[in-house]
């Protein structure tokens, strides 16, 4: 009896710990994508099952995204990004990326095995000292931090074989209109070393939603390309 109570416990417990995070797997969050103000093709966010990685519990997170025949003709983009996730802390465990553009291709690899402070890549290995988490792993991580503006954040990335120092602000409230509805918003903008991200002022900004669900409602980036905007088109459950 005392063991039937005991596996009840945590399952009860385990439940509760994620039922604290405001997304639950299987959820698809859908994106208009658009480039220099044209439509442009599709993205999406896909919350997989949990899986258990290493010993350990961890959301499958796949992000795409795809041009349309349009663009396909101008600047053919087909990206994925494949990310494993530790289902209480939200860090970064395994990455797998490939990138197909015309004058840019990518694949990478990426293992991230903290008992002994190391990420391994298909290209070299990197010291950690610390849970590390890339870019997308982050924005579900951003979503369980309460948020307030003027909050002011430090983290490290890992994208592209290295880790980058960052911090970010969360800069104001806005009401904003996308395909899937009107939402009150807070943005907020990633910068490094008294500069915004990468290179210029300004290459990218998030509309997070001033809610309970801190759903990306929008993702203004800058790129090679030009201005890169996705707008949430449809989210499920």
């Not at 099952?49 to 396909?72: A, C, L, P, Q």
């Not at 391994?120 to 991580?141: A, G, V």
């Not at 369980?144 to 969360?170: Q, R, Y």
Request: charged fraction near 30%; aromatic fraction near 12%.
């Amino acid at each position: 009896m005392k063991k039937w109570v005991f596996i009840l416990a945590i399952a009860i417990s385990l439940l509760k710990a994620q039922k604290e995070h405001p997304f639950n797997k299987g959820e698809t969050l859908l994106y208009d994508v658009s480039l220099n103000f044209v439509s442009a093709g599709t993205a999406s966010l896909e919350l997989g099952d949990i899986e258990e990685f290493d010993g350990t519990s961890s959301y499958h997170i796949t992000f795409r995204m795809k041009t349309n025949s349009v663009w396909d003709q101008i600047f053919r983009i087909r990206d994925t990004v494949e990310t494993w996730i530790d289902s209480e802390g939200l860090f970064t465990r395994k990455l797998k990326k490939t990138i197909k553009e015309p004058r840019y291709s990518q694949k990478l690899r990426a293992d991230f095995d903290y008992s002994s402070g190391i990420i391994t890549t298909n290209k070299k290995d990197l010291s950690i000292s610390s849970e590390i988490r890339d870019p997308y792993s982050f924005f579900y991580y951003l979503r369980t931090v309460p948020l307030k503006m003027g909050d002011l954040f430090n983290f490290t990335i890992f994208d592209n074989h290295k880790l980058t120092d960052l911090s970010l602000i969360v800069h104001r409230k806005e009401q904003i209109d996308v395909p899937v509805g009107k939402f009150d918003c807070l943005v907020v903008e990633p910068f490094r070393e008294g500069r915004m991200l990468f290179k210029n002022r300004g290459d990218m900004k998030v509309w997070l939603s001033d809610d309970s669900q801190r759903l990306p409602i929008k993702i203004v980036s800058k790129a090679k390309f030009g201005s890169l905007v996705m707008k949430l088109a449809r989210h499920s459950p």
